[in-house]
């Protein structure tokens, strides 16, 4: 049976770049806004309707919102944080940019967005302020041994931050070890909070010959996630009694 961490890492590929249809065009424009559409429509990317779920949905609590989804994570890939991924016809969502933004999006109550800043400022020091496709970012690496930091993953916040600043970042960047400061291959991970959860897009460059990863639209992107998760978010409507849906296994 493949290890873990290899079956992790194989879905994820598939994901990426499989539901995206291979890398001709891993960043298409997002589809126009449509509030008619199926919010699980049959056919690839996979909704839905294959799964067993009808064509308005399904319900999935996290944290205290109650979201409606089309697909669930396969929990032999979850065990190590409490992941759903959040998958629905991208048309439904008012505003969306990118035809990405969906894919490979997760959500997890595994410690909220400020538990993670915290955690980040906890084991990693500030090493420098740099720019990003114009926007002003703080870099945060490992500060142990010398040998971890080259192989440490490299955060980076949209403004500076410090133990002793008050708030949070609006979004935050995670970074794999990568060939020079122009993230020429590896793979990113963009995260905003939502709630009382945090929620995540994963970027994958695997070799140079594959399209860059977007850096310089990572805003563009979280806001992206934000509108795709008020989108799906039906809280109050649910508790309302408005919306009736069977709840995801």
């Known amino acids: ?44 990317p996979v909704y839905a309707k294959q799964h067993g779920y009808p064509s308005e949905g399904r319900l999935v609590q996290v944290g205290s919102r109650f979201l409606r989804l089309c697909r669930r994570g396969d929990p032999g890939v979850m065990e190590i944080e409490d992941v759903t991924l959040v998958k629905f016809n991208p048309a439904r969502v008012r505003g969306l940019s990118n035809g990405k933004s969906m894919i490979g999006l997760g959500i997890t109550n595994h410690g909220d967005f400020q538990f993670l800043v915290d ?65 020429e291959y590896g793979d990113c991970r963009l995260t905003i909070p939502y709630g009382t959860s945090r929620v995540s897009l994963l970027f994958l460059r695997l070799l140079v010959s594959h399209p860059e990863i977007p850096v310089e639209k990572f805003p563009e992107f979280a806001e992206d996630m934000r509108k795709i998760m008020e989108a799906a978010d039906v809280t109050e409507d649910y508790l309302a009694g408005k919306i009736e849906l069977p709840f995801t296994d």
């Open 119 to 183: 955690r980040i400022l906890d084991s990693y020091v500030e090493v420098s302020d740099l720019e990003i496709g114009g926007q002003a970012y703080t870099e945060y690496s490992f500060f142990s041994d010398p040998k971890d930091q080259e192989r440490a993953s490299r955060y980076f916040f949209p403004r500076s931050i410090n133990q002793a600043a008050a708030g949070s970042p609006s979004f935050l960047v995670r970074c794999s070890p990568t060939e020079g400061a122009n993230f």
């Open 1 to 44: 049976m493949m290890p873990l961490n290899q079956r992790v890492f194989y879905v994820i590929v598939v994901l990426v770049l499989g539901a995206s249809g291979g890398l001709a065009d891993p960043y298409p424009e997002a589809p126009p806004y449509d509030p008619n559409v199926e919010w699980c429509p049959e056919g690839p």
